[in-house]
């Protein structure tokens, strides 16, 4: 094996571009699957089961598909239909409505986790039913649901490399490009590698804090 | 605020908590029901407070009915009362204060200044003033039960419902707890139902003391007669087996 600095070097303006694109889907992404799953969450505990049911089996339905195949879907069949985004964008929502189905059932647990006697006493105070969830359930389920939603950023940031599925030049598509281009494979792979540990392990590490902040 | 509970029966699968249950409450009186564990006596506070629902009977607060009732109605009547848990049941995120203050604030329509300064008052009356900042997971069981206490006072009920408040407690901490409802017993003219274990307190603050067993009232009577000259075979084996 022979490693040479220069092509790591060479590869950095490409792999610049590539992680401000994976960082921005990451982003991106985390924030559409937190609110779309927790949206899903109340909804599917509304009383009427014509909200229950179709958000029930739309959302089986997206997490028993593949994100691979969401992606061409919505990459190639929208447009047909007259609705056409950006690769970015295409990629983004998929990956954002691809992991609400999972952090769906992570707020889902976090909500049951709340004891009765917490509902029992916001009843016994007459507490209207959204002043019961946004003053005493949901600060209480979101604290517990961090660490679980954490593993999801790290998972969602393991299928951003999709995105190259889609035309989206990421790391993976950047240092695919550098390879067919300069015939050098273990350094742009091996950038990226290290990039997905350091961006996997900041991550973990952000979650963590924002862990020790909540549970006080 | 009187309490009217007539014909009520509740079961919970093919057992029978309450069994055509009639019970009749005065406006300012101090109920205590006790009895053997699963004879029915928190399942009639939880009715009270439309935890639950009776299977058939009729409840009524000051004539004003709980059940059958529509769900507006029963929000207005429940206004009135006021629950204390066995578990406490403090909401851990909110500080003691904001416990106190979120249901003023948010059902009554207080300013947070008025609700706090009124809060501030209760937690002084309950030995709390300089707890104010404090979580709930801060304090032990007997000063949070006594928030309690505190949190439901400040919605200022006219009727009270005591679900066993001391069992969870520490032996110790149990007087400290028993103390404040003693003060507001007497210094507030709050309706009263409680259920408890504890005898001697039963005996103290009620006017009116219920035996219960299978989901009946086995005897009523004065605190004296019950504790001092049971007349039923039931209560005196109940009231031997406890005290």
């Not at chain 1, 959204?130 to 299928?159: C, E, F, H, S």
């Not at chain 2, 307190?201 to 219920?210: G, K, T």
Request: glycine share 6%.
């Amino acid at each position: 094996m022979n490693w040479d600095w220069t092509a790591v070097r060479d590869f950095m303006p490409q792999f610049r571009d590539g992680l401000l694109v994976t960082l921005r889907a990451l982003a991106l992404g985390s924030l559409i699957s937190f609110t779309l799953g927790l949206l899903w969450a109340l909804l599917m505990r509304t009383p009427t089961r014509w909200v229950r049911w179709p958000v029930g089996i739309v959302t089986e339905f997206v997490r028993d598909t593949p994100l691979l195949v969401q992606l061409f879907f919505l990459f190639y069949v929208l447009p047909e239909w007259g609705l056409t985004l950006s690769a970015m964008t295409t990629g983004v929502v998929a990956i954002g409505l691809h992991y609400s189905t999972y952090t769906m059932q992570v707020y889902r647990a976090g909500i049951d986790a709340v004891p009765a006697g917490q509902w029992e006493a916001a009843t016994a105070l007459n507490l209207p039913r959204g002043r019961t969830w946004r003053a005493v359930i949901l600060p209480q389920a979101l604290r517990r649901v961090v660490p679980a939603l954490g593993n999801y950023v790290i998972a969602m940031l393991k299928d951003t490399p999709m995105l190259m599925a889609i035309t989206v030049l990421e790391m993976l598509g950047r240092a695919r490009l550098f390879s067919q281009q300069h015939f050098r494979f273990t350094e742009p792979l091996t950038v990226i590698g290290v990039a997905f540990i350091v961006i996997s392990a900041l991550a973990s590490l952000l979650l963590r804090t924002l862990e020790r902040r909540l549970v006080r | 605020m009187s309490v009217e509970i007539s014909n009520v029966t509740k079961r919970f699968g093919d057992h029978t908590v309450l069994d055509r249950l009639d019970l009749s409450v005065k406006a300012g009186s101090h109920v205590t029901l006790i009895g053997p564990s699963g004879s029915g006596k928190t399942t009639i506070l939880r009715m009270l407070m439309t935890l639950t629902e009776p299977d058939s009977g009729t409840i009524t607060v000051d004539g004003q009915p709980l059940f059958p009732a529509a769900q507006k109605q029963r929000r207005a009547v429940r206004r009135q009362i006021g629950m204390v848990f066995q578990q406490f049941n403090l909401f851990p995120n909110m500080s003691v204060l904001r416990n106190v203050t979120e249901a003023p604030v948010s059902v009554l329509g207080l300013s947070r200044d008025e609700a706090e300064a009124r809060a501030r008052e209760l937690l002084d009356m309950v030995g709390l003033a300089d707890k104010c900042d404090a979580r709930p997971s801060r304090l032990s069981g007997g000063q949070q039960q006594r928030v309690a206490i505190a949190r439901a006072l400040a919605m200022r009920p006219k009727v009270l419902l005591l679900d066993e408040v001391t069992s969870a407690l520490d032996p110790e901490l149990v007087a400290g707890v028993l103390d404040v409802l003693r003060d507001v017993a007497t210094t507030t003219d709050i309706t009263l139902l409680c259920v408890t274990h504890e005898m001697n307190f039963a005996r103290d603050i009620s006017d009116q003391v219920l035996m219960f067993d299978a989901g009946r009232v086995v005897e009523a009577g004065p605190p004296e007669q019950i504790f001092g000259a049971p007349e039923e075979e039931r209560t005196r084996e109940f009231l031997s087996a406890v005290l």
